[in-house]
């Protein structure tokens, strides 16, 4: 009743994030960049897509869906948990409700 609704579309090369009232307030690439050091989430979206080609072999930017299916699923879980927390806010006391298509 009082939990904010959020539509993601979960594309192979874009993540759109809808929310009733504002429309799409997310439009990034499903990009996540990674350090195979310690296999860290650096940088997700627009800011992943920015690192890739500029930073040394130990970053790697990954695409986490291919050919519309879900390749690398704890990538993917990162992106979302990434995507939800800047449509909502990371400190919301009431969990959003969430559709997502692939």
Do not use: C, H
């Not at 009733?20 to 627009?46: F, H, Y």
């Not at 291919?66 to 990371?90: C, H």
């Amino acid at each position: 009743m009082w939990a904010k609704k959020i539509g993601i579309d979960l594309g192979t090369t874009t993540v759109l994030v809808y929310i009733p009232k504002r429309g799409i307030i997310i439009n990034e690439p499903s990009v996540v960049a990674i350090s195979l050091i310690d296999k860290k989430v650096l940088a997700v979206g627009a800011e992943a897509k920015e690192m890739i080609g500029r930073t040394p072999d130990t970053i790697v930017a990954r695409r986490p869906l291919k050919d519309g299916v879900i390749a690398e699923y704890y990538i993917t879980r990162s992106m979302l948990k990434y995507f939800i927390a800047k449509s909502v806010g990371a400190w919301n006391l009431i969990r959003p409700e969430v559709v997502i298509s692939v």
